[in-house]
């Protein structure tokens, strides 16, 4: 099973930028296709974006398309989100997860696959 590390959160002002990474270990990090979800306080988890094996194919959900960028570099084990022009409704624990199939489920029950502990992000109004 794949072990995932998500780093890079923190508090930025509205309008800045942040670059997430989730580092992998324990297994082969090109045969999994990767992905992140975020959940705020009091609401269900719900996905950002999606990469596949080799990182030809990207999906975004609508609330972040052409402000976030997904990306990955299989020689280091990593995924990274590219955040730019942040919101307070950005504000959420971004979560990274590995999964097999692309693309895959991105329902807010999604269990499948492996995930990390999360990373907080805070944007400031």
Known sequence: ???????????????????????ASGHTFSSYAMGWFRQAPGKEREFVAAISWGGGST???ESVKGR?????????????????SLKP????????????DYPF??????????????TQVTVSS
């Open 1 to 23: 099973q794949v072990q995932l590390v998500e780093s890079g959160g923190g508090l930025v002002q509205a309008g800045g930028s942040l670059r997430l990474s989730c580092s």
């Open 59 to 61: 999906l975004y959900a």
């Open 68 to 84: 976030f960028a997904i990306s990955r570099d299989n020689a280091k084990k990593t995924v990274y989100l590219q955040m730019n």
């Open 89 to 100: 409704e950005d504000t959420a624990v971004y979560y990274c997860t590995a999964q097999d």
């Open 105 to 118: 489920p991105i329902g807010p029950k999604t269990d499948s696959g492996a995930w990390g502990r999360g």
